[in-house]
């Protein structure tokens, strides 16, 4: 649905996910890369530390919170996130 222009239901399909199995770090990255396209940043950044928390060795939630970091001005913060996506998956 995501990739479908759909954010919205893909927002609904990804919570409803989440009361399955809470525990689900794809769910929640995903679910904070929905929130960030429509602009609730905090909110997509709570889903990705708590996919973090999870699964600490996934890049994608440090990467995401670097991006979104830097959009609010936290340089530093932004280059801590993104220094340690880089130190997770070099590629």
Do not use: W
Not at 22 to 50: D, F, R, T, V, W
């Amino acid at each position: 649905m995501f990739n479908l222009g759909r954010t919205k239901e893909a927002i609904e399909s990804y919570q409803e996910g989440l009361k399955i199995d809470p525990e689900q770090a794809s769910i929640l990255c995903n679910l904070g890369y929905a929130l960030h396209k429509l602009e609730k940043k905090e909110e997509a950044k709570e889903n990705y530390k708590k996919s973090m928390k999870i699964n600490p060795q996934k890049p994608e939630p440090y990467l995401m919170l670097g991006v979104i970091s830097n959009e609010q001005g936290q340089k530093k913060e932004a280059l801590d996130f993104l220094n340690k996506a880089v130190k997770l998956d070099p590629r």
